[in-house]
């Protein structure tokens, strides 16, 4: 027994100086780097899909295995926060790509910086992905997933309500004027439905309508917030008085975001933003035509708010090479084409955005065209200042959206410049 | 036994200086592991807090010493105040509530009747649910996607009882609390009522006190230290409350329903501040302790 014990010691210490050997390498062999270890790695609901094909197709081809374990969205960051203070991080973890920037700052993800720049590929990675994923001018995170914000719209509605589906609406006001069409449709047919008590989905279905108009939420570090813009009020006056009307369903209000994709399925909502995503999840189980369209500003121009995941190296990771080994890998062209864009998803390459599967669905290049116009907002206190319910945000687009829309853009402009700098 | 009886007085006056050490390293022996338990998950912790409340605290790395930055904050932020003035409007609620409630629930199933004993099961069933699944719970049967609450009491039209206002939200919650913990209130009450000697009501009655004037002298003024101890349990719950804000209206609309202790959560996972965190959970500890010093004063004095 205590020869079994001292022997399995020894194994033990022999793989961790093992490993340690080929941390102090970063230009590691392709031999080393795959050396058979088992990578953990954690990541949110809403990407357990695509983490876990990438780990399948990966796993397949390797000796290193990773083990994806998910986490419901809103916990997530909490559990990443407790495993950090535990020094009990994930070898590989991935994060909503807006709060990158927080995880960078605090040096959750290890510095790969010279791992990065030594790829071939590097300059074809959607570029708004990876300035999230630097701090200081380090690169510590690349893109994992990506997902952009468009209008999705029913096309049997649109019929129905004499408006042309394959003409969607080029502006927000046309938009708002398709709405209203389907609306009149009567019953319990809307015109159109928002995530009315949800910050994270109104950065990422309001925002791309006023970059659309050429204008802007933040100045370019995230520090100062521009949410007074006459831009941005355009947007929330738009959007308000199609809930006054109720010409979006009057569950909007208080739609925290947990039945937002339901509210989209049911079929009884014309035409609403939402995550490109979505398209793929709302037609398998839809008995309706789904269209998609750009979203626009209030007279035109189109623009989206590329989403997404970032994935690093958790700092505390022992296997530091063989989880970089399986970055790299899912950056390569087998796993972009045969993995993300076979599964209806966006490439996270620029230069792999029409591949042999997009061609298929002309909806997959509108939106996979769309990421050269679209931006990834930047700012380090994000989750705080934006997505959290607490968030001084929900407090301002609320205001804008149900209460005193002047007083409340003006006080939130200021409110939320206060949780940028922290 | 009485062959037993002589050997015991023997032993125990004249038992050596030795034997008595002995019998001290016994006891603390006994007392060790609560002794480490509590050390390790109370008193250690608690020290860390405070010590982390003095500090810029990062995840990772090394904190540095900024006291009393994390307390002077306290004072701008109004997320925080609006969630004090909400904790102490909810736990106003909630305690004359559920007292109430507790106590009239204890009084109806006092006696041993028929069907008395299936009335005590059901009263007390809900507090076998763990709470954060009464709160999915709650939030599944108030839901209008799912729900049947809905259908019943407003038929057609969409009401949302969990974020539409923050009267029906803050009434959401407390019902959810009402249901859950009334139960258990009322079985530490039934316990303090059956304590009271049948003597003392007998003693009343052929008195010819009325049944209003037993319950105002003889009951209540027994059941005070079964009282305070329920009001306490109560108080402090109410203070903590959490869950219940957190999975039912994640502490809207309009931050109306933030609890004081979501703020801390806010401040140590969203805003990864954990030094501001430790700052106001040592405030509230604070606050706790002065509230329970004084209710377990007023127990002591009346239950001498």
């Given at each position: 027994?205590?020869?079994?014990?001292?022997g399995?010691?020894?194994?033990?210490?022999?793989?961790?100086?093992?490993?340690?050997?080929?941390?102090?390498?970063?230009?590691?062999?392709?031999e080393?780097?795959?050396?058979?270890?088992?990578?953990?790695?954690?990541?949110r609901?809403?990407?357990?899909?695509?983490?876990?094909?990438?780990?399948?197709?990966?796993?397949?081809?390797?000796?290193?295995q990773?083990?994806?374990?998910a986490?419901?969205?809103?916990e997530?960051?909490?559990?990443?926060?407790?495993?950090?203070?535990?020094?009990?991080?994930?070898?590989?973890?991935?994060?909503?790509?807006?709060?990158?920037?927080?995880?960078?700052?605090?040096?959750?993800?290890?510095?790969?910086?010279?791992?990065?720049?030594?790829?071939?590929?590097?300059?074809?990675?959607?570029?708004?992905?990876?300035r999230?994923?630097?701090?200081?001018?380090?690169?510590?995170?690349?893109?994992?997933?990506?997902?952009?914000?468009?209008?999705?719209?029913?096309?049997?509605?649109f019929?129905?309500?004499?408006?042309?589906?394959?003409?969607?609406?080029?502006?927000?006001?046309?938009?708002?004027?398709?709405?209203?069409?389907?609306?009149?449709?009567?019953?319990?047919?809307?015109?159109?439905?928002?995530?009315?008590?949800?910050?994270?989905?109104?950065v990422?279905?309001?925002?791309?309508?006023?970059?659309a108009?050429?204008?802007?939420?933040?100045?370019?570090?995230?520090?100062?917030?521009?949410?007074d813009?006459?831009e941005?009020?355009?947007?929330?006056?738009?959007?308000?008085?199609?809930?006054?009307?109720?010409?979006?369903?009057?569950?909007?209000?208080?739609e925290?975001?947990?039945?937002?994709?339901?509210?989209?399925?049911?079929g009884?909502?014309?035409?609403?933003?939402?995550?490109?995503?979505?398209?793929?999840?709302?037609?398998?189980?839809?008995a309706?035509?789904?269209?998609?369209?750009?979203?626009?500003?209030i007279?035109?121009?189109?623009?989206?708010?590329?989403?997404?995941?970032?994935?690093?190296?958790?700092?505390t990771?022992k296997?530091?090479?063989?989880?970089w080994?399986?970055?790299?890998?899912?950056?390569?062209?087998e796993?972009q084409?045969?993995?993300?864009?076979?599964?209806?998803?966006?490439?996270?390459?620029?230069?792999?955005?029409?591949?042999?599967?997009?061609?298929?669905?002309?909806?997959?290049?509108?939106?996979?065209?769309?990421?050269?116009?679209?931006?990834?907002?930047?700012?380090?206190?994000f989750?705080?200042?934006?997505?959290?319910p607490?968030?001084?945000?929900?407090?301002?687009?609320?205001?804008?959206?149900?209460?005193?829309?002047?007083?409340?853009?003006?006080?939130?402009?200021?409110?939320?410049?206060?949780?940028?700098?922290k | 036994?009485?062959?037993?009886?002589?050997a015991?007085?023997?032993?125990?006056?004249?038992?050596?200086?030795?034997?008595?050490?002995?019998k001290?390293?016994?006891?603390?022996?006994?007392?060790?592991?609560?002794?480490?338990?509590?050390?390790?998950?109370?008193?250690?912790?608690?020290?860390l807090?405070?010590?982390?409340?003095?500090?810029?605290?990062?995840?990772?790395g090394a904190?540095?010493?900024?006291?009393p930055?994390?307390?002077?904050?306290?004072?701008?932020?109004?997320?925080l105040?609006?969630?004090?003035w909400?904790?102490?409007?909810y736990?106003v609620?909630?305690?004359v509530?559920?007292?109430a409630?507790?106590?009239?629930?204890?009084?109806?199933v006092?006696?041993?009747?028929r069907g008395?004993?299936?009335l005590r099961t059901?009263?007390?069933?809900?507090?076998?649910?763990?709470?954060?699944?009464?709160?999915?719970?709650?939030?599944?049967?108030?839901?209008?996607?799912?729900?049947?609450?809905?259908?019943?009491?407003?038929?057609?039209?969409?009401?949302?009882?969990?974020?539409?206002?923050?009267?029906?939200?803050?009434?959401?919650?407390?019902?959810?609390?009402?249901?859950?913990?009334?139960?258990?209130?009322?079985?530490?009450?039934?316990?303090?009522?059956?304590?009271?000697?049948?003597?003392v009501y007998?003693?009343a009655?052929?008195?010819?006190?009325?049944?209003?004037?037993?319950?105002?002298?003889?009951?209540v003024?027994?059941?005070?230290?079964?009282?305070a101890?329920?009001?306490?349990?109560?108080?402090?719950?109410?203070?903590?409350?959490?869950?219940?804000?957190?999975i039912?209206?994640?502490?809207?609309?309009?931050?109306?329903t933030?609890?004081?202790?979501?703020?801390?959560?806010?401040?140590?996972?969203?805003?990864?501040?954990?030094?501001s965190?430790?700052?106001?959970s040592?405030?509230?500890?604070?606050?706790?302790v002065?509230?329970?010093?004084?209710?377990?004063?007023?127990?002591?004095?009346?239950?001498?």
């Amino acid at each position: 027994m205590n020869r079994l014990l001292s022997g399995t010691v020894a194994a033990t210490l022999l793989l961790a100086l093992g490993a340690c050997g080929s941390d102090e390498s970063p230009a590691a062999t392709g031999e080393a780097a795959d050396s058979g270890a088992t990578l953990t790695m954690w990541t949110r609901a809403a990407t357990e899909s695509v983490s876990k094909a990438y780990a399948a197709a990966y796993n397949a081809t390797h000796k290193n295995q990773v083990q994806v374990t998910a986490y419901p969205n809103e916990e997530y960051p909490a559990k990443l926060a407790s495993a950090a203070g535990a020094k009990a991080l994930p070898d590989l973890f991935a994060s909503d790509v807006v709060f990158a920037p927080q995880y960078a700052s605090q040096g959750l993800w290890l510095d790969i910086t010279d791992k990065f720049n030594a790829l071939p590929v590097k300059d074809k990675v959607a570029p708004a992905h990876v300035r999230n994923g630097t701090w200081n001018k380090k690169n510590y995170a690349v893109p994992h997933t990506i997902d952009m914000s468009v209008m999705l719209y029913n096309k049997d509605l649109f019929t129905k309500a004499g408006l042309d589906p394959e003409k969607p609406p080029k502006t927000l006001t046309e938009f708002a004027a398709a709405a209203r069409a389907v609306d009149k449709l009567g019953g319990d047919i809307n015109g159109t439905y928002f995530g009315g008590n949800c910050g994270g989905c109104n950065v990422f279905t309001l925002w791309p309508s006023v970059w659309a108009a050429g204008g802007d939420v933040m100045n370019a570090d995230g520090t100062a917030s521009t949410i007074d813009s006459k831009e941005m009020a355009e947007v929330f006056a738009l959007y308000r008085k199609l809930y006054d009307e109720g010409v979006a369903a009057p569950a909007s209000k208080d739609e925290a975001g947990p039945t937002w994709l339901g509210a989209l399925q049911s079929g009884k909502i014309g035409i609403a933003p939402a995550p490109s995503a979505w398209l793929g999840i709302i037609e398998e189980k839809a008995a309706f035509k789904v269209g998609i369209a750009p979203i626009s500003g209030i007279n035109g121009g189109e623009s989206t708010f590329v989403g997404g995941d970032s994935i690093g190296i958790g700092a505390t990771s022992k296997h530091a090479a063989q989880a970089w080994d399986f970055l790299a890998w899912t950056l390569g062209d087998e796993a972009q084409v045969e993995v993300v864009a076979k599964g209806k998803g966006v490439p996270t390459r620029t230069d792999l955005a029409s591949n042999k599967y997009s061609s298929a669905d002309p909806r997959v290049v509108t939106i996979n065209n769309l990421m050269g116009k679209g931006k990834t907002p930047y700012a380090k206190n994000f989750n705080a200042t934006y997505n959290d319910p607490q968030s001084p945000w929900n407090t301002a687009f609320r205001g804008a959206l149900f209460g005193d829309a002047q007083k409340s853009l003006g006080d939130g402009a200021t409110a939320l410049t206060a949780s940028l700098k922290k | 036994m009485t062959l037993l009886a002589p050997a015991r007085p023997t032993v125990l006056p004249s038992a050596p200086p030795r034997r008595k050490r002995n019998k001290q390293w016994i006891g603390a022996l006994y007392a060790a592991p609560t002794a480490f338990v509590v050390g390790m998950f109370f008193v250690v912790p608690l020290g860390l807090v405070v010590w982390m409340s003095l500090h810029h605290w990062p995840l990772l790395g090394a904190p540095t010493l900024n006291a009393p930055e994390n307390y002077a904050g306290l004072g701008d932020d109004e997320l925080l105040r609006t969630a004090v003035w909400f904790t102490l409007k909810y736990t106003v609620v909630v305690t004359v509530l559920l007292f109430a409630l507790s106590f009239g629930l204890a009084l109806m199933v006092q006696h041993r009747r028929r069907g008395v004993g299936l009335l005590r099961t059901a009263f007390f069933l809900p507090a076998a649910v763990g709470f954060a699944s009464a709160s999915l719970l709650f939030l599944g049967l108030l839901s209008d996607e799912i729900g049947p609450v809905n259908d019943l009491l407003a038929g057609d039209a969409y009401v949302s009882w969990t974020s539409g206002s923050p009267n029906t939200a803050l009434g959401s919650a407390v019902v959810l609390v009402l249901w859950r913990f009334a139960g258990f209130n009322m079985l530490i009450l039934l316990t303090g009522l059956q304590a009271i000697p049948l003597d003392v009501y007998e003693a009343a009655r052929l008195d010819g006190a009325t049944r209003f004037q037993i319950f105002r002298r003889i009951t209540v003024p027994l059941m005070r230290p079964t009282i305070a101890l329920v009001l306490t349990l109560m108080i402090t719950g109410s203070l903590l409350a959490f869950d219940q804000f957190w999975i039912l209206t994640r502490g809207g609309p309009d931050n109306s329903t933030t609890s004081l202790v979501m703020v801390i959560y806010r401040e140590a996972f969203i805003e990864l501040d954990l030094g501001s965190a430790a700052a106001i959970s040592v405030v509230l500890l604070g606050v706790l302790v002065v509230f329970n010093a004084i209710q377990l004063g007023v127990l002591r004095r009346r239950s001498q």
